[in-house]
């Protein structure tokens, strides 16, 4: 396969011929892949462009493209675009200018996609990795923190190094996922992609790095800013999560539940009934129109047909149950020690604490993926 490797500088004069050369001596035992060489340099001031055309003379396999500083993330991209669409690359394969990433650890990205991963990470934070013992303590807290942040906050702990600039990954990720990194322009790029690329059924393999310090030049990272964008990221991401994912259809479906339940409770207690009578058939009712929207609509990848509903409903009205109860009893407290008058406010404290229940239950016991059979 043609593998590109995509090398982003930003003055890099120093560094950029040592890595280039480093990396030709660790691919010189590539027999199944075909390497070439993609610099997407900044414009940057300090004349890395003329020393890398000046070393394409005497290596026909080492391409530069030219762009303005927009950003880390806008210059990866760039690189991708030109790496997939122009030089026809099968994989890429990303790696930082400065020699903080180990060229020779290059092979084995290669080795784990020959192996079926089809996106490979270089973590610092898995057994035999390592961040320098010369950083200082702010800076080892803003690496360590901002990846625990992502890790949790995104909700995706099997993988350790998010933040990471030494990765592989196949051409499918492009096709399918950079129109809509254009909006990425920092080093939040990065957790974006991989972010996204999870989301597309990536098989992510960690390989272990021992991440060291630059000898030239200055880190272009700005801590600040830095720690402001994951958290913009992962707020922004976990909010359309909600809103276009499972629970957010979910909280649309038992909306229409509540209303119902609501409609059937008032009637009820017009009627003379006690409105704990009222919010037992209220949630009957709301129960059978659960069930027929969340099978048709949120839960459709999932979705249960033939004989199998009959069975699913009556599991369905099972695990119901419990919310029914949270519902009916919270009405039955409320109203002994408040007064009928208060029925309302218990209904709707009931109503709340019921929905997470329904929803745990029916997305792990009603439409549990195959998987967790």
């Known amino acids: 396969m043609k593998v590109v490797v995509i090398i982003p500088t930003y003055n890099e004069r120093e560094n950029i011929i040592v890595l280039l050369d480093q990396l030709a001596d660790a ?88 192996n079926r991963a089809n996106f490979v990470v270089g973590s610092r934070y898995i057994p035999g990795g390592s961040i320098p013992d010369n950083w200082g303590i702010h800076r080892k807290i803003y690496s360590v923190l901002g990846n625990a942040i992502v890790r949790f906050g995104l909700g995706h702990l099997n993988v350790k190094d998010w933040t990471g600039g030494y990765r592989a990954y196949t051409r499918k990720f492009y096709d399918e996922i950079h129109h809509e990194l254009d909006q990425y322009s920092g080093y939040v790029f990065q957790i974006a992609f991989l972010h996204k690329a999870i989301h597309r059924g990536a098989h992510v393999v960690e390989v272990p790095i021992q991440f060291t310090d630059r000898l030239y030049g200055h880190s272009k990272i700005a801590p600040a800013e830095y720690i402001f964008n994951i958290y913009k990221y992962i707020i922004t991401a976990r909010l359309h999560e909600i809103v276009t994912g499972s629970f957010g259809k979910f909280l649309v479906v038992g909306t229409i539940g509540f209303i119902i339940n609501t409609v059937v409770l008032e009637v009820m207690v017009k009627m003379q009934f006690h409105p704990t009578i009222g919010s037992l058939v209220g949630s009957e009712f709301a129960i059978i129109s659960n069930f027929i929207l969340n099978n048709r609509w949120t839960f459709h990848d999932r979705i249960i047909s033939g004989k199998r509903q009959i069975t699913k409903f009556i599991q369905f009205n099972t695990a119901s149950v419990g919310a029914i109860l949270i519902q009916a009893g919270s009405v039955f407290v409320g ?25 745990i239950m029916y997305s792990r016991v009603i439409w549990k993926h195959k998987k967790d059979v």
């Open 27 to 114: 691919f010189g035992g590539i027999k199944n892949h075909t390497i070439s060489y993609l610099v997407v340099d900044d414009t940057s001031p300090d004349g890395t462009r003329g020393v890398v055309a000046a070393y394409q003379k005497t290596h026909k396999n080492v391409y530069l493209i030219i762009g303005k500083k927009e950003g880390l993330g806008k210059a990866l991209l760039r690189g991708m675009r030109h790496a997939f669409e122009d030089m026809g690359a099968d994989i890429v394969l990303q790696i930082d200018a400065d020699l903080s990433h180990n060229p020779k650890k290059a092979p084995e990205f290669l080795k784990a996609i020959d």
């Open 335 to 359: 109203t002994f020690f408040f007064g009928v008058a208060t029925y309302r406010i218990f209904y709707i404290i009931g109503v709340g604490i019921g929905l997470i229940w329904n929803y």
